[in-house]
């Protein structure tokens, strides 16, 4: 899960050259249970639990590479909602598109427009 694309976010260059990988995950992981400790006491404070703590009860004594197991499987599933979206939004807007597109329909039946036509005007000479 440690992702290498934003250590320059956190950690200065020089920490970078001077700490391994191993070190910088360590502390990365220990500023993050605390910013998530942080989140929890200020809920708690606010009465604003994100859940009740009944429905916690079966995550209780969680293995870390479990719960890591399944928010890794949670982001998978999102990615695949989130491109099926896309493709949803894709086809909706090209359905939209020929919608709105007037072809130009060969009249099946020429003397259909005749027809109306004069019925319209004997509909205004019996007036």
């Not at 995550?59 to 982001?75: D, E, P, Q, Y």
């Not at 990615?79 to 329909?105: C, D, G, I, N, T």
Request: with cysteine; net charge positive.
């Amino acid at each position: 899960m440690w992702n290498h694309a934003l250590e320059k976010s956190l950690f200065t260059p020089q920490e970078i050259s001077t700490m391994g990988a191993p070190q910088r995950r360590t502390i990365y992981t220990a500023s993050l249970e605390a910013h998530i400790d942080r989140l929890h006491a200020q809920l708690l404070t606010h009465a604003l639990f994100p859940v009740p703590f009944e429905k916690l009860d079966c995550f209780r004594g969680l293995n870390t590479k479990t719960a890591k197991s399944m928010v890794a499987g949670l982001h998978r599933d999102a990615a695949e909602l989130r491109v099926k979206r896309l493709e949803l939004e894709r086809a909706m807007h090209s359905l939209r598109s020929q919608l709105y597109v007037q072809p130009a329909v060969p009249q099946a039946y020429p003397h259909a427009q005749m027809h109306h036509t004069a019925i319209a005007m004997r509909r205004h000479s019996l007036d």
